[in-house]
């Protein structure tokens, strides 16, 4: 922001007059809180002691009119404006890095209708998710998305990234469960995408802000499916001799039912993240899985998923793993389970056709492990689609550099390389942590010529370029 002499509080009083003098600050330690959300580069330059890029004004909205206030004020001026959900975003998609207005949405959280005819529930945007599955528990239901954030997002973060929990084998991800929007554009106006998301009335509005980062439109309430909460739910897991005859048998699997969960991990993660947090002693590449649903059709899962693990001779484990593991589905991800800074890691979340899984597993291990010294890669695939699956990879330096501008420069390094080696194996950067800055210089070479479609959506809904600037590479 460029305002100079008077005007920086001209333009505070204006947005005080939007939303309230106690709801504008600009107080230095409380921008700074915003300094980082969970992306690595980010996190090591504040505990290096470095300052972050920080928003000049902070403003708590509470409800859409506030939202369409503060949008038209920044489109008037040109200031940028960061939305800031839970702040648990792993790619930097939260930080104001241009400067400008951040606004916390977590103010906007009331619960708007649960309509128990339908099966939905609708709820403002800055709601954290787990209060959102609560309401839904009340009743008896499930949003069904359980992600490892669960208690940390809110509902427009997982929007924005399109987010995915770990039942999504059975119940899909965010694109599968919201069932429409309300959102405010960079001009101000509030605008409501169709009532359901399925028909043949144009493209599907809702879809362009979900995963669009903010960077289209501040979604400000949003309607989701409930699903009554399963009769049964029953937890197995499986030991396969290898990666390869892991991914071959969960590929049969997925392509003839649907388990509600299913986690394969490589060797090097069966050595280390499963030993470490469930106790299993051996090598090999272990699965757990769930079947959940009417007990007489789970009885038959069983029996189905049984006779394919057989067939890959696999074996079989029991339920005390399966069990454990979904006791710990979010513990995996608590400091001291996970990695965590002062080590370099990050977690690439390749998507791909179950044709390509195998080799870019391979492509990406070896771009990593054969460039960088003691840089070791781990995988496990965790959400799995009848055409393919997600590779949960990630790479762990224990001892990055001190220097923190030597530290990112290696960090971007790391990235291009696997990354690139995705793409050029068929792989998606990204199945649902998202872009954000992170990875926002590598969208041309994902996209190709089909990135004008994006920017050309940018440029008509934000001709001034104010909303999250410098995210998603656009
Ligand atoms: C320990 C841990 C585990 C995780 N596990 C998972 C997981 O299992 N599944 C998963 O999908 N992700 C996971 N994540 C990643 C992250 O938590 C998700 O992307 C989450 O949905 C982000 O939500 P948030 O509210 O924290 O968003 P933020 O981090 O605040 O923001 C993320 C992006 O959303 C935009 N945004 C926020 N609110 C709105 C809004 N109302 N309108 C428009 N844009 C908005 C922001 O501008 C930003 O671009 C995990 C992260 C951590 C730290």
């Known amino acids: 922001m460029e305002f100079k002499g008077f005007m920086p509080e001209m333009i505070r009083s204006e947005l005080e007059d939007a939303v309230g003098r106690d709801y504008v600050s600009t107080s230095f ?18 505990d290096k ?80 998710f787990q209060t959102l599955e609560w309401y839904a528990n009340e009743r008896g239901y499930s949003v069904m998305h359980i992600p490892s954030c669960l208690t940390c997002c809110t509902v427009g973060g997982a929007i924005a990234h399109n987010g995915i929990g770990i039942l999504s084998t059975k ?72 990666f390869s005859k892991g991914i071959e048998t969960c590929r049969k699997i997925v392509q003839t039912l649907k388990p509600s969960l299913m986690r394969l991990f490589d060797e090097p993660e069966t050595t280390s993240i499963i030993k470490k947090i469930l106790g299993f002693p051996r090598k090999g590449a272990f699965m757990n899985m769930t079947l959940e649903g009417i007990p007489e059709i789970v009885d038959i899962e069983e029996k ?5 693990c057989e067939e ?28 965590n800074n002062p080590q370099m890691f990050g977690t690439m979340d390749t998507c ?31 959400h799995w689609y009848e055409w393919g699956t997600m590779i949960y990879d990630r790479f762990i330096m224990d001892d990055p550099p001190e220097d923190p501008e030597e530290s990112i420069r290696l960090h971007n390094r790391i990235w291009n390389k696997a990354v690139r080696a995705a793409i050029e194996n068929g792989g998606v950067i ?21 990135m004008q479609v994006l920017q050309g959506l940018k440029k008509s809904l934000d001709p001034n370029g104010i909303l999250n600037p410098y995210k998603l590479g656009l």
């Open 49 to 128: 002691g470095k300052e972050p890029p920080l928003p000049d004004f902070l403003l708590w909205p509470c409800c859409t009119a506030e939202v369409s206030k503060i949008m038209k004020i920044a489109n008037y001026y040109k200031i940028p404006v960061q939305i800031w959900g839970g702040g648990s975003g792993s790619q930097g998609a939260a930080l104001a890095l241009a400067g400008g207005i951040l606004l916390d949405m977590k103010r906007m959280n009331k619960l708007l209708c649960v309509d128990e005819i339908s099966n939905t529930i609708t709820a403002e945007a800055g709601m954290n």
């Open 430 to 450: 990204n199945d649902h942590h998202g872009i954000g800055v992170k990875l926002g210089r590598l969208m041309k070479e994902q996209y190709g010529p089909a």
């Open 171 to 242: 119940y899909g991800k965010i694109d599968d469960q919201c069932i429409s929007l309300e959102a405010v554009l960079p001009n101000g106006d509030v605008i409501c995408s169709l009532p359901i998301p399925k028909h043949s009335t144009g493209p599907d509005i809702r879809q362009m802000f979900i995963g669009a980062e903010g960077t289209l439109g501040v979604v400000t309430k949003a309607t989701f499916k409930m699903v009554k909460e399963p009769g049964c739910r029953r937890h197995y897991a499986f030991l396969f001799d290898n």
């Open 352 to 382: 791909a056709t179950f044709d390509n899984v195998e080799k870019i597993y391979w492509a990406m291990k070896h771009a990593v492990e054969d460039n960088f010294e003691n840089v070791r890669f781990i995988a496990h695939c965790s």
């Open 312 to 339: 890959a001779h696999a074996e079989y484990l029991g339920n005390e793993y399966g069990e454990k593991w979904y006791e710990n589905k979010i513990t995996f991800f608590y400091p001291g389970h996970t990695m």
């Open 29 to 46: 330690s409380e921008k700074l809180a915003y300094g980082t959300d969970y992306y690595w580069v980010a996190r090591m330059w504040m």
């Open 304 to 308: 189905i998923v049984h006779r394919i």
